[in-house]
C-alpha cells in the first residue's frame, strides 16, 4: 500500500486560508469516508484534528475543516495562527484492512 | 485521565527481538480496537499494525513493511496491548506510538518510545 499523497509544505500569513490536499486511491480514500488528519509540532505527538472526512473532535477549533472529493481529502486551515505552524498527516482506511498515512505536509506561518 | 503510555524502548542489535507495551488507563480498554505507529527520525508517520476487540474477533492485521516479523497481541486483563518486534533491522529505528481506534481515527496517543536497532 502507497503512502497518500500530500504536497510537502504549504504556507499562508496570519488571518490566510491553506488547504492541504491528500491523494490516494479508490482503495482507501475513495472508497471509504474513513478520512482523518492529524497536527503534530516537532517533537510531540500526534493530535486528531479531523475524523470520517469532516468531523471535529471536541476542543478542535472551528477553523479546521475537511471534505473529500473523488480520491482526494483535503484539509483548510482558515483564518491561520501562528500556533498552527506543524507538520500535517491525512490517514486513510484501506480496502485491505490497514491503514496509510500521507507523506505529510508541512505548515508555515509567515 | 484518558490515556495510553508506551514503554520497552531502547538499543537493540539487528536481528533481535524486542517487546514493546502500551498502558491504557481511564478508557474501557475491552471496547477498543488498539494501533501501533512508528516515526523514523525526521521521517513521516508509519502505520504499523493494529488488534481488533474482542468483540471483532481479536485479530490481527499488519503493514507489509512488518508483517511476519512485527505482532500485535493485547491483555484486556491488565489494559496492554502489545508489539513483539522479531528480526529486527536498523531501518525499524524509530519513535513507536499506541493509539486508540476511535471512528477509524485515533484520538488518544502516547508520548512514545524510542527503538534503535544498531549494532
Known amino acids: 500500500q502507497s503512502a497518500l499523497t500530500q504536497p510537502p509544505s504549504v504556507s499562508g500569513s496570519p488571518g490566510q486560508s491553506v488547504t492541504i490536499s491528500c491523494t490516494g486511491t479508490?482503495?482507501?480514500?475513495?472508497?471509504?469516508?474513513?478520512v482523518s488528519w492529524y497536527q503534530q509540532p516537532p517533537g510531540t505527538a500526534p493530535r486528531l484534528m479531523i475524523y470520517e472526512v469532516s468531523n471535529r473532535p471536541s476542543g478542535v477549533p472551528d477553523r479546521f475543516s475537511g471534505s473529500k472529493s473523488g480520491n482526494t481529502a483535503s484539509l483548510t486551515i482558515s483564518g491561520l495562527q501562528a500556533e498552527d505552524e506543524a507538520d500535517y498527516y491525512c490517514?486513510?482506511?484501506?480496502?485491505?484492512?490497514?491503514?496509510?498515512f500521507g507523506t505529510g505536509t508541512k505548515v508555515t506561518v509567515l | 485521565e484518558v490515556q495510553v503510555v508506551e514503554s520497552g524502548g531502547g538499543l537493540v542489535q539487528p536481528g533481535r527481538s524486542l517487546r514493546l507495551s502500551c498502558t491504557a488507563s481511564g478508557f474501557s480498554f475491552v471496547d477498543y480496537a488498539m494501533s501501533w505507529f512508528r516515526q523514523a527520525p525526521g521521517k513521516g508517520l508509519e502505520w504499523v499494525g493494529f488488534v481488533r476487540s474482542k468483540a471483532y474477533g481479536g485479530t490481527t492485521e499488519y503493514a507489509a513493511s512488518v508483517k511476519g516479523r512485527f505482532a500485535v497481541s493485547r491483555d484486556d486483563s491488565k489494559s496492554i496491548a502489545y508489539l513483539q518486534m522479531n528480526s529486527l533491522k536498523t531501518e525499524d529505528t524509530a519513535v513507536y506510538y499506541c493509539?486508540?481506534?476511535?471512528?477509524?481515527?485515533?484520538?488518544?496517543w502516547g508520548q512514545g518510545t524510542l527503538v534503535t536497532v544498531s549494532a
Open positions: 493509539g486508540r481506534d476511535r471512528y477509524f481515527a485515533f484520538n488518544i
Open positions: 479508490s482503495s482507501d480514500v475513495g472508497g471509504y469516508n474513513r
Open positions: 490517514l486513510s482506511y484501506t480496502s485491505i484492512s490497514t491503514y496509510v
